[in-house]
């Protein structure tokens, strides 16, 4: 039986994260990944895999830009309260 999460623990830094951009590029990845069952099915697994493939790195380079972005900024904003006080 699979453990329910009560609580997850963010780091301060990733507070500005922007979630629904986040979410957005989920649902763009399950369109692909929709798109490639439908090529597959067609008998085109080469050009399936091959979206896959290439829209894993695309994913994961665009969250981590998100990541970055927020990390920025949390250091952006650490910054600017040091030199106010």
């Not at 590029?25 to 080469?46: M, V």
């Not at 290439?54 to 910054?79: H, N």
Request: charged share 35%; hydrophobic share 40%.
């Amino acid at each position: 039986m699979p453990r329910k999460v009560r609580s997850v623990r963010v780091p301060e830094a990733l507070a500005t994260l922007d979630l629904s951009a986040v979410v957005h590029e989920c649902e763009r990845y399950l369109r692909d990944l929709e798109s490639a069952t439908l090529l597959r099915l067609d008998g085109n697994k080469e050009a399936a895999d091959a979206l896959i493939k290439s829209r894993q790195a695309d994913l994961g380079r665009k969250i981590g830009m998100k990541v970055w972005e927020a990390r920025v900024a949390f250091g952006k904003k650490e910054r600017a309260q040091e030199g106010g006080e």
